[in-house]
């Protein structure tokens, strides 16, 4: 396929396992900066009830055949051959209006986002098909009833719908926690762009590394599919607050009951802080962030620096300093390596651009740029959908409406000046709910104030000084162990954050019954559920060997006054509890001098470890670290441990081991207890 052919390729849909043509010739999406035929887009005639079914059918039950691991796996070698093909996706980026480096946000981004959650995944998630959320919960004292909350992939097909701006990154950082969470998707890119995002699900397509089916692609519009939609489906949509607002009151969206998620407008703010005035390293790092934001992409990005809230005494100077910055930005071709900032997405965006800076108007004037006189370096300013930064200044912030409305998808910002921190946080509020704001500030007390009194009106808050300079990853930028989206106006939806992200495509379910029950759903032992003691030490065992319930009922060890003098003088923690009686006593939890917490846990490896060689490689730490019950000289330690989790390790000769550890005394009490870490071959060999 020749993606740069003279004539403009028909987009195809990948549906059903087919690559499928709209029925008509389609409408022709043109160059963002010359303004010639890029590609026709149509779906006309693509039976969209089929489309979930076949990803319901199909491909869902193969997702969740594999584990969480298998499925991280798979989105990294995914990545890997996303890269290697990324030069293919730069070459045709130029026409959605982008430079290289707004198409490294873009391609590598998105690429990233996969290859992120790909370790995130096998870092953070257990090699299982079910995902045990938070701890067991106890229901009754003898340990025969209990439960614990579990979370399964949906079975349905996670919708997402995407904006414009972002072909690339918009597609992957939606597929990667749906596909490690075991759902299959369906694509649906803005039009405006949609040849890019054809081009890589082209490219994905044919990895073959994907079970058939778990993406699908339509290019154009999305006809009835929404109409079939039901409760285990999942709509994601990112675009313009009226869009999303008549999408998530779709009946089949109601009456069912589908999630939907929503990341819409956003009036983001930058606040310059009280102590950052000019020849500060903040002042300068601001006028840095404010006129990136302002150009990457042109503006077009959901996360872009809207509003620019500054005090009072440094405004002048603050436009003076973006003024200039922004004058050295080149406007022009994408294609050209001289330009800085590209076109806007196309000449209806330019359009809508103009219209929205004139509503500025009603509040705030134009003190830097001319929105009519493109001046370009390069490209032709009519043909192109070309437009310099503009920068407004709104004098009466706290009277004005637009300035904290209109959201101006392009390189427009409007400064607004404020006299207090608290009068500045009601500024940014005004924006009804953002992704993110960022505060320029070196003093901890107005970094304080800002950011708890803005918090709950934004997914992210950003503080800049110079101390991050060098390594802050920048206002703009979503990370995908951060969350993305905001309250209010930004569609009060949640994207990426990690595995917080995946979970919005699995079902929380709480389980209840007996914990042998609820053990053999799980996969993880809990208390009260049947142990095996079959004689050998489970440290003998391979992976292959072991069983979760196998466990080791330890000799005991008595804990002498020497033992805890021995230990305080060889480690140095001399604290008076473990050598002072009199000042032991005193303290309100002992009744005397105790051992120490540490040397309990050092006794009580003593007593569990099986010495020799084997397939026990490793204990790479502790979770869940508790000491219950003090210990004192002549006290009694016995060790119960419990096979509790095995997680085998893809493409590597080991796994990891958890081990439910229960240290208790000659009482039966319960004096520390954990979980112990180990890493376990696979084999003896
Ligand atoms: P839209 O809301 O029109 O489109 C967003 C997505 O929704 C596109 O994929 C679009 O497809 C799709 N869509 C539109 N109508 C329907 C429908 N009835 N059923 C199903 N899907 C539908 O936004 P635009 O992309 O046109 O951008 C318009 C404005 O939105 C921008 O100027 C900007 O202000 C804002 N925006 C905000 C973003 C943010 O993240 N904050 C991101 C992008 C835009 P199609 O393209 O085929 O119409």
Not at 223 to 244: E, I, P
Not at 411 to 430: F, G, H, I, N, Q
Not at 438 to 464: C, K, Y
Not at 600 to 623: C, E, K, R, T
Request: proline residues 5%; hydrophobic residues 40%.
């Amino acid at each position: 396929m020749n993606v740069l052919a003279d004539r403009p390729r028909r987009l195809e849909s990948y549906v059903g396992g087919v690559w499928t043509r709209g029925a008509k010739e389609g409408v022709a999406l043109l160059d963002a900066a010359t303004g010639a035929p890029v590609a026709l887009i149509d779906s006309s005639g693509i039976d969209f009830a089929a489309a979930l079914a076949y990803g319901r059918e199909k491909a869902g039950p193969a997702l969740r055949r594999m584990s969480f691991h298998e499925r991280a796996a798979m989105l990294k070698a995914l990545a890997q051959a996303l890269m290697e093909r990324k030069e293919e996706f730069y070459a045709l980026s130029t026409a959605t209006g982008a430079t290289r480096s707004d198409s490294w946000i873009d391609i590598e981004g998105g690429i990233g986002t996969l290859f992120s959650y790909s370790s995130k995944g096998r870092r953070e998630l257990p090699n299982t098909r079910v995902l045990v959320d938070g701890g067991v919960e106890a229901l009754s004292r003898d340990d025969t009833f209990s439960a614990q909350h579990i979370l399964t992939p949906l079975q349905g097909v996670a919708v997402h719908i995407n904006a414009f701006n972002f072909p690339c990154w918009g597609m992957l950082e939606k597929l990667a926690p749906t596909l490690l969470a075991g759902m299959p998707a369906i694509v649906k890119p803005a039009s405006q762009t949609a040849y890019l995002t054809e081009l890589m699900v082209r490219r994905i397509v044919e990895t073959g590394l994907l079970p058939e089916g778990a993406v699908q692609l339509i290019c154009g519009s999305v006809g009835d599919l929404l109409d079939h939609v039901d409760g285990q489906d999942v709509v994601t949509f990112t675009g313009s607050a009226v869009t999303g607002r008549r999408l998530k009151t779709h009946p089949a969206i109601v009456e069912n009951s589908v999630r939907f998620t929503m990341e819409a407008d956003s009036l983001n703010a930058a606040v310059l802080g009280l102590d950052a005035g000019p020849g500060t390293e903040e002042f300068d790092l601001f006028v840095k962030e404010v006129a990136r934001e302002m150009t990457a992409k042109a503006g077009q990005k959901c996360t872009a620096i809207r509003r620019v809230i500054a005090p009072r005494a440094h405004c002048d100077a603050l436009i003076t300093a973006l003024d200039e910055r922004l004058a050295k930005v080149a406007l022009g071709n994408p294609a050209d390596e001289n330009v800085r900032m590209g076109p806007l997405a196309s000449l209806g965006q330019r359009v809508e651009v103009r219209a929205r800076i004139r509503d500025l108007g009603v509040d705030a004037e134009v003190v830097v740029g001319d929105p009519a006189n493109p001046q370009v370096v390069s490209g032709d300013a009519e043909a192109g959908a070309f437009l310099n930064p503009i920068l407004l200044y709104c004098g009466k912030p706290g009277a004005a409406r637009s300035v904290h409305d209109v959201e101006v998808f392009g390189p427009v910002s409007t400064v607004m000046p404020y006299d207090a921190a608290e009068e500045a946080v009601e500024l940014v509020k005004r924006g009804k709910g953002s992704l993110v704001t960022s505060v320029f500030t070196n003093d901890p007390d107005i970094a304080q104030e800002l950011v708890i009194g803005m918090a709950p009106f934004h997914g992210r808050v950003l503080i800049g000084n110079r101390v991050s300079a060098k390594s802050s990853t920048g206002h703009g930028s979503p990370l995908p162990g951060l969350v993305h989206g905001g309250p209010g106006r930004a569609g009060g939806g949640e994207e990426l954050g990690g595995m917080r992200g995946v979970k919005h495509y699995m079902q929380r379910t709480a389980v209840q019954g007996a914990p042998g029950l609820i053990s053999a759903v799980t996969g993880r032992w809990i208390e009260g559920a049947p142990a095996r003691a079959d004689g050998e030490h489970p440290f003998r065992k391979s992976l292959a060997e072991l069983q979760v319930g196998d466990q080791l009922v330890t000799a005991t060890r008595t804990v002498t006054l020497e033992d805890i003098e021995h230990f305080a003088n060889f480690t140095g923690d001399t604290f008076y509890a473990h050598m002072d009686e009199e000042a032991a006593r005193a303290n309100p939890f002992f009744d005397g001098r105790v051992a120490h917490g540490y040397l309990i846990v050092s006794f009580a490896a003593g007593l569990f470890v099986d010495p020799a060689p084997g397939p026990v490689l490793a204990n790479y730490g502790v979770d869940n670290l508790r000491f219950l019950t003090p210990v004192y000289p002549g006290d009694v330690l016995q060790v119960r441990l419990t096979c509790k989790e095995i997680n085998p390790r893809v493409n590597a000769e080991h796994g990891e081991v958890r081990w439910d550890c229960r240290v208790i005394n000659q009482t039966g009490a319960t004096v520390a207890q954990y979980d112990v870490l180990t890493m376990v071959a696979k084999t003896r060999g």
